[in-house]
């Protein structure tokens, strides 16, 4: 009767579904061990399924005892598979309702909540293919403004005016640059002739123009006291123009 109705709740669903079916007894000693071997069983052989419903009808608390039961318990709660309880009607309460991945109250209740009808999920698909084509023609879109803008760019309308731009931009830095490599030269000249004036200020030559003159002894070393020559050493005497020799008679 339970098994009918999970069906029928699926065929009015029109769900595309595939259903694996494993008969246990759901009362009685035997249930406490088949359930568990059942659960471990699907584990073991049908890891792809979406969701295993353990489960029964209504019936006394005696009825239901073996879903109390601390074996089948321990099966839930290790499932790898999610698991819905749904044992009995909805004021039924048993200890696999709290192992259990999600309870429901029944088990046509419990055969909804896993599905979803062949409407909702072609809606479904129609809702992705409109966000699809939208996000197909948003690129689109924008890439044909990339496009458009790039067609009328200069550079594929006038590519001349960037040769000549570029041109005229060289020229500039042409310009600029004479223009500082003058500056520099007229600031460097002016430095140059600023420490040839000092240069001349502090020359010996320039002592000799004004009338002086300057005296070597024989080591060609300047002469600068008379106390440094004895008589009849030979020296030399440099004048703003030409030399001479000549031969200390006496020192003073």
């Keep these: 009767m339970v098994l009918r109705d999970i069906l029928k709740v699926i065929d009015s669903l029109n769900a595309n579904v595939e259903i694996l079916i494993c008969p246990v007894r759901v009362q009685g000693k035997e249930a406490e061990k088949e359930i568990p071997q059942a659960i471990e069983y699907l584990n073991s052989r049908h890891k ?14 005696e009825d239901l005892w073996a879903f109390n039961t601390e074996s089948v318990a321990r099966a839930i709660f290790a499932s790898e598979i999610p698991v819905v309880s749904c044992v009995g009607h909805e004021v039924d309460f048993t200890i696999t309702d709290f ?12 055969a909804k909540m896993g599905l979803r009808s062949r409407n909702d999920i072609k809606k479904r698909v129609e809702l992705l293919r409109e966000s699809l084509s939208g996000a197909i023609n948003f690129i689109l879109d924008n890439r044909g403004a990339e496009l458009d803008s790039l067609i009328s760019s200069r550079a594929l309308t006038k590519p001349y005016l ?33 420490v040839s004036r000092r240069l001349d200020i502090v020359s010996p030559l320039s002592v000799l123009k004004r009338g002086f003159s300057i005296c070597f002894d024989s080591s060609n070393e300047i ?30």
């Design 99 to 110: 192992v259990a991945d999600m309870r429901a109250p029944t088990p046509s209740v419990a």
């Design 48 to 61: 792809d399924l979406d969701v295993l419903l353990v489960g029964r009808g209504g019936g006394s608390a």
């Design 223 to 252: 002469i600068k006291d008379s106390k440094n020559v004895n008589d009849g050493d030979d020296i030399s005497i440099k004048f703003a123009s030409g030399s001479l020799n000549a031969q200390v008679k006496s020192c003073e």
């Design 162 to 194: 960037i040769y000549e731009d570029k041109i005229s931009y060289l020229d500039e830095l042409d310009s600029r640059l004479l223009k500082s490599i003058g500056r520099l030269f007229e600031s460097k000249s002016e430095n140059l002739e600023n």
